[in-house]
């Protein structure tokens, strides 16, 4: 496994725990670094990533329900949303990581860590993200 995916899925649990217990940011890091380690190679990615989507998590759930027909983000399973936001918030603000390596990972983590159906619905919303910030399909 990469360091970039373990660092999405350390920031996909971060957030996940940000989301439930309502706990500050820095605690949150600190709490899962003290309880299951972080491999010092992710720890950069994962702390940038997780920082980011929260800093700019009003603008990304504005973009996700504004490509979210028929669901609203308190529908969405805990899991899905963060996968979702981490998405997006790579999508807007890591110029050095390609949409198409975004869309998949997320995919590829939602298949791992969300329900049976939760691949196939990220991808529906992350193509729509997509063709609305690029106007094109990314497939």
């Known amino acids: 496994m990469g360091h970039r995916r373990k660092a ?3 920031a996909l649990q971060v957030l ?3 989301d439930v217990s309502k706990i500050d940011v820095d605690e949150a ?4 670094r003290g309880s299951f ?3 010092q190679e992710s720890v950069g990615f994962s702390t940038q990533l997780i920082k980011y989507t929260l800093d700019h ?3 990304i ?4 329900r504004s ?6 983000l308190e529908r969405m399973s805990t899991v899905d949303k963060n996968i979702l936001r981490m998405a997006v918030c790579e999508f807007l603000y890591c110029d050095d990581i390609p949409p198409k390596v975004t869309l998949n990972e997320a995919i590829d983590i939602g298949k791992n860590y969300g329900s049976d159906n939760s691949g196939s619905f990220i991808n529906g919303i992350l193509d729509a993200i997509y063709a609305k910030l690029w ?3 990314e497939n």
Not at 67 to 72: A, R, V
């Open 16 to 18: 996940y725990q940000i």
């Open 8 to 10: 999405r899925e350390i």
């Open 29 to 32: 890091i600190e709490l899962f």
């Open 67 to 72: 490509c979210s027909e028929h669901w609203s």
């Open 135 to 137: 106007g094109k399909d």
């Open 37 to 39: 380690g972080m491999p």
């Open 57 to 59: 998590v009003k603008e």
């Open 61 to 64: 759930d504005d973009l996700i």
